[in-house]
């Protein structure tokens, strides 16, 4: 392929770099986790909720922070002439620039989650393997989405310090999901939203799962085979238990029989996939027409 | 057909950002093999233009094409047979010279050895050095040596002798002879008007945004009634500080 060279270059400017290797440090750090309630949910497969954990708080930043500077950079640095003087479509440029990111992330965060995988080997015994290397697909599912995520976001802005703010407010946003989507419901229908009792409403569900990282937590916790909820694996076990009262969104918790259709979780991969998918889409509109500097 | 077509052909090329005209109804021919210099004041429109030519930017009206090629729809083909040396560039600061080079051979999908590049514009002793350690003159240079990647067929050079020492300066030129020798177009932009002279074929002077004059040195001289012994730097005042009319015509 063309923009393999292109691709090579920015994998290795995002493993040659200490962001990259953060992440991976602070999903392990953070990660490692072990609760009873954690244990009791998922027995041995602990460590796969350790890789859960991790990758949730730190995956979006961490990613989104080593992919959004990916054409903004080089457009402040003036390195983008070379670029665009390369033999290359501007489509081509995007993919490569995306891929590359997509690689050293994918390494990054792989490497992460082998080491919590070996920690959790040594602590807790073999664990499912399936459950394991789902994850692991799932994680670089989300790895991809916000790689595509920052890639728009360098291609829409002209400034750094603009990228920056978008960003942030997607960080934003994202953090204060659940807050924002409750709000807009109880705006809409009237029908007030109490966390431990919550209604059984599919939009407001679907809505709640529609973030990246809320697809990436219903997808694990269904290959965990804890319920079907955009929170973590041991709150959603916790919700679930008899005679305890968490205020967590979980389908089981709210709906008699599974609820509707399109709370499945695997239809999660599809909002990942249309993470990735929408954003590169954006990013190539925009970049193909028009002045690329 | 694309293979005699000219070099460069723009035709009634303008650009504009917003009320701003950069690019006003730019005519250009530039043939195969000619070194053609094309010169004009800051702001004149000549890295606009350039940026036209690559398909770094989009003509508002008028149509570019290089080596017979439309740079937009045959971005690939072009700049595989085109070399940039841009103006105002960056270079990756971790990354050591020969890494910057192999960067475009390996897209140009050619086997030029680096060294051998950066030998030839004076980096010999610098190839696994980091570009960020780099001075401007050797930015320059190693630009030049990524310019050079894969023989091509038209070199583009915007000011090539920005922040070059006398030596650097002579080295530039030769290459650009060599360059001319083996077949190669060079169309350059430049200030250092002493080293146009020395260099090029034909010359063209753009004067906001319109190319005002076009020429040899010597038909330049008649134009604007310099003296036979007139410098390009002579002719060049004397173009730009005119008015032009609508027409293009010097008042």
């Given amino acids: ?293 | 057909m694309s293979s005699s077509a000219p070099a460069i052909e723009a035709d009634a090329v303008t650009k504009e950002y917003g009320d701003v005209r950069a690019v006003d109804s730019l005519d250009l021919v530039v043939e195969r093999g000619e070194t053609y210099g094309f010169l004009g004041p800051n702001g004149a429109g000549k890295s606009t233009t350039i940026g036209l030519l690559l398909d770094y930017l989009r003509p508002t009206s008028g149509t570019v094409r290089v080596l017979g090629k439309d740079p937009r729809r045959d971005v690939v083909e072009v700049h595989d047979r085109v070399g940039v040396l841009p103006d105002r560039f960056g270079l990756y600061e971790d990354r050591s010279a020969r890494q910057h080079v192999s960067f475009v051979a390996e897209a140009k999908r050619v086997d030029d050895a680096p060294e051998s590049l950066l030998e030839r514009v004076g980096l010999g002793d610098a190839v696994d050095d980091d570009a960020g350690d780099f001075s401007s003159g050797m930015e320059q240079r190693l630009a030049l040596a990524m310019a050079l990647v894969g023989d091509p067929e038209l070199l583009i050079l915007d000011e090539p002798f920005s922040g070059l020492d006398p030596h650097g300066v002579r080295r530039v030129r030769d290459i650009v002879h060599e360059e001319t020798q083996r077949g190669a177009t060079v169309f350059f932009s430049s200030h250092v008007l002493g080293q146009v002279e020395l260099v090029c074929d034909r010359i063209g002077v753009l004067h906001e945004g319109r190319l005002v004059a076009e020429g040899t040195l010597d038909e330049l001289r008649d134009r604007t009634a310099s003296p036979d012994d007139a410098t390009v730097e002579d002719v060049f005042v004397e173009l730009t500080d005119a008015r032009v009319d609508d027409g293009g015509e010097r008042r």
């Avoid at chain 1, 310090?161 to 924002?180: C, H, K």
């Avoid at chain 1, 109880?186 to 709640?208: K, R």
């Avoid at chain 1, 916790?238 to 967590?248: R, Y």
Wanted: proline letters at 5%.
């Fill in chain 1, 1 to 293: 392929m063309r923009w393999s060279p292109l691709a090579r270059s920015e994998s290795r400017t995002v493993l040659t770099s200490k962001g990259a290797w953060i992440l991976a440090s602070l999903v392990v750090l953070w990660g490692f986790r072990p609760t009873y309630a954690g244990w009791d949910a998922v027995g041995r497969n602990i460590t796969v909720g350790y890789i859960q954990i991790g990758v949730d708080l730190f995956l979006p930043i961490g990613a989104l922070l080593v992919s959004y500077q990916s054409l903004i950079g080089e457009r402040t640095t003036g390195s983008i002439k070379f670029l665009l003087g390369l033999p290359l479509t501007r489509t081509q440029i995007l993919l490569g620039k995306a891929s590359g990111r997509f690689v050293g992330v994918g390494a990054a965060i792989v490497a992460a989650a082998l080491a919590l995988a070996g920690i959790g080997l040594v602590e807790h015994g073999p664990f499912g393997l399936l459950p394991f290397l789902g994850t692991l697909v799932a994680t670089l599912l989300l790895a991809s989405a916000m790689v595509a995520v920052g890639v728009l976001v360098s291609t829409v802005t002209r400034r750094t310090v603009t990228a920056a703010t978008g960003v942030f407010a997607y960080l934003l946003v994202t953090l204060f999901w659940t807050q924002i989507v409750t709000s807009v419901y109880t705006a809409i229908t009237g029908v007030p939203v109490d966390p431990y009792e919550a209604p059984a409403s599919g939009p407001l569900f679907l809505a709640l799962r529609l973030t990246p990282d809320g697809a990436y937590n219903v997808l694990t916790n269904w290959l965990l085979d804890v319920g079907n909820s955009a929170e973590l694996f041991h709150i959603v076990a916790t919700k679930l238990a008899p005679g305890v009262s968490v205020n967590a969104f979980v389908v089981e918790a709210a709906f008699d029989g599974g609820g509707p259709w399109y709370l499945h979780p695997a239809l999660s991969v599809v909002v990942l996939l249309v993470w990735v998918g929408v954003p590169m889409a954006l990013a190539r509109r925009i970049f193909t027409e028009g002045d690329a500097l």
